[in-house]
């Protein structure tokens, strides 16, 4: 006991001392200031009503309440942690008390918020019931309110809401919404409405807090459940709406992309809840619109994967890259040629090959018999990628040969307009355009735009279009003219304008060339065909012949004009 006394006594006795000292100046020590509300002291039978509430005694509280007529005891009581008997009853999850107090009229103003925090669905549901009706008359006070703070209803009534989705409880949120309760939608980031102004003016710091909490809300994936009848197209959404706020309230930067990495695994963790096949092509192929899909062709005419797409736009890697998404893309991909991925990589070679020096022989049989053994095999992804990237080399191929041998005995002549390997070009290019043309209706100029490879194709599909529209126009019009050497031509000559089109147009197909590996290279269909070993080998294969080849043009060019030139 002195020991426990002796360094009380000595801090007391040294603080007298200091004070002694220091008296002729107060404003040398420090004083305690008590900011803590003085509260009226609780009296024995509040004390044992309290502690009954929190033990569950449930026929002492009866007791207590029934012996209670002349209002000797508040029932609205709090002890030092301020805390009322209903909270008490709640945190305790002692639900029969919590209807007695109900039944004796004890104040339940924050105790359905209590509940929902502590997450006790038995004293939500009693809370709900036991909800005083809203008169239809309110007080002057309350009108007040509103009208000062706009906010004042609308969160009243949905911070219960907000609180379960919060929590993300599933039972609590669904009682909620069988009352009605309607969240606002949040505004658009930068809105610029007088609302939102008058709010931001007010109190930026509340707005921003209330729009985060309301965020918080809406990316509840039990409230998605509830609410979406497409949750994974909101979900996407949402994370994009997350990710662009992410980039204005820079303040809360970090809290918006959690939540646009919630909203990004709750889609991921959807998709990965698929039991078999057919469940999982419905969810990638699922559109929001009604359009109805063909199911009666092949498989790949009915795998539109229009969820797929929908993810890749909205840059959903978590979607895409799950395992269970991975494998029905593998399995769409190969089609009719799944045993493919099980040879060894010589046959795998040897495979590829095959298709590729057959590509005609093999576009001839698509075309007379598209629904045959054969036209179903051609038709498979795996086989379509081989067929027209040898169909694009062949045609590199013959722009090496127009430019390097071909024009080799029209060094001052213009020739004439169009010759066979012309028509041929026209014929490739004609094809690109219509390739071209499909995807643009299919995908929309918004979504055809944004890929850079359709950009370079449109270009360079123009400027093969423009240089043999030149060539025909420069024959038609100097067609009576006498030839003269190349040297005395007007510099914008159509044919000298045209060959420098062609030239450029040259440069964007090898362009196109690398581009497109470097694509395939990081989707892993190079490493499909080929396996990784031989990625490197082929990326290096792709990129060394073109700049081979564009070298050998140039300097083929300066030698044969270097004369002529001088």
Known sequence: MHISVWPYSLSVVMAALYQGTDASSPDKYLALKDVREVK????????????????????????????????????????????????????????????????????????????????????????????????????????????????????????????????????????????????????????????????????????????????????????????????????????????????????????????????????????????????????????????????????????????????????????VAQSNCQQFLNTVWFGETASYRRKHTCLKMATVLSVAVLWPLLSVCYLLVPRSRVGQLIHTPFVKFIIHSASYLTFLLLLNLYSLVYNEGKKNTMGPALEMIDYLLILWIIGMVWSDVKRLWYQGLEDFLEESRNQLGFVMNSLYLATFALKIVAHSKFKNVEDTERKNWDAFHPILVAEGLFAFANVLSYLRTLLHVHHQLHTGTITDLYGSDAAGVWEVSGSLPAGVVLFHHRAHTAVREGPERT
Not at 135 to 146: E, H, N, T, V
Not at 205 to 211: D, E, I, K, V, Y
């Open 40 to 319: 009226e002291e609780t009296t024995l039978d509040e004390k044992l009503f309290l502690l009954a509430c929190e033990k569950g005694d449930y026929y002492m509280v009866k007791k207590l309440l029934e012996e209670n007529r002349h209002g000797e005891l508040n029932i609205n009581c709090v002890d030092v942690l301020g805390r009322d008997a209903i909270t008490i009853a709640i945190q305790n999850e002692n639900l029969d008390i919590l209807q007695l107090l109900l039944d004796h009229g004890c104040q339940a103003t924050d105790a359905l918020l209590v509940a929902i925090d502590s997450e006790v669905v038995g004293a939500v549901d009693i809370l709900l019931n036991h909800r005083p009706r809203r008169s239809s008359k309110p007080s002057i006070a309350k009108l007040m309110q509103r009208i000062q703070n706009p906010e004042y209803s609308t969160t009243m009534d949905v911070a219960p809401v907000i609180l379960a989705a919060h929590r993300n409880n599933y039972e609590i949120l669904t009682m909620l919404l069988k009352q009605d309760i309607s969240l606002p939608r949040p505004h658009a980031v930068g809105c610029e409405c007088t609302l939102c102004n008058a709010k931001n003016k007010k109190d930026s710091l509340r707005h921003s807090r209330f729009r985060l909490d309301i965020y918080r809300c809406l990316a509840s994936p039990s409230l998605i459940m509830l609410t979406e009848e497409d949750p994974i197209l909101r979900a996407f959404e949402l994370s994009a709406d997350l990710k662009e706020l992410s980039l204005v309230e820079v303040e809360f930067r970090n809290d918006y992309e959690e939540l646009a990495k919630q909203c990004k695994m709750f889609a991921k963790d959807l998709l990965a809840q698929a039991r078999n096949s057919r469940e999982l092509e419905v969810i990638l192929n699922h559109t929001s619109s009604e359009d109805h899909v063909d199911k009666r062709g092949l498989l790949e005419e009915r795998m539109n994967l229009s969820r797929l797409k929908l993810a890749i736009k909205y840059n959903q890697k978590e979607f």
